[in-house]
């Protein structure tokens, strides 16, 4: 599981097209991954998943098919949004993801692989 973000990461930065911005969605998108992962591991904790699609104690393969879906479509959008409507996006997912992780965090749940 851990090397599966590097590589991600590593692949989609041969690209000119990418930037710091793409480069924190997809940050920000693995560190809500690592925290999802840790819900249904930790049932005494009283956590739950908010997200609709995954449920509330979403499995390892549902989380990991997610979210590997999400980095996969987060690159295809950084590939063909066009300005200003790229930035509107990644200020979009900036904003989501790192309120979810600061709530996950406030809630307990750490940033780890």
């Known amino acids: 599981m851990k090397i599966i973000p590097l590589i ?8 000119q097209k990418f930037t ?3 480069a924190a969605t997809d940050a920000l998108l693995i560190a809500d991954w690592s925290q999802t992962r840790q819900i249904p591991r930790s049932p005494d904790q009283g956590w739950y998943e908010t997200n609709i699609y995954l449920g509330e ?3 390892d393969g549902r989380v990991n098919g997610y979210f590997a879906t999400c980095l996969v479509v987060n690159t295809v959008i950084h590939r063909v949004l ?6 509107y996006y ?3 997912v900036v904003a989501v993801e790192a309120i979810a ?13």
């Open 8 to 15: 991600f990461l590593l692949i989609c930065g041969c690209s």
């Open 20 to 22: 710091a911005l793409e």
């Open 57 to 59: 104690h979403p499995g």
């Open 82 to 87: 066009p300005e200003p409507y790229l930035r």
């Open 90 to 92: 990644q200020t979009g």
């Open 101 to 113: 992780i600061g709530n996950n965090y406030n809630l307990g749940i750490k940033v780890k692989f």
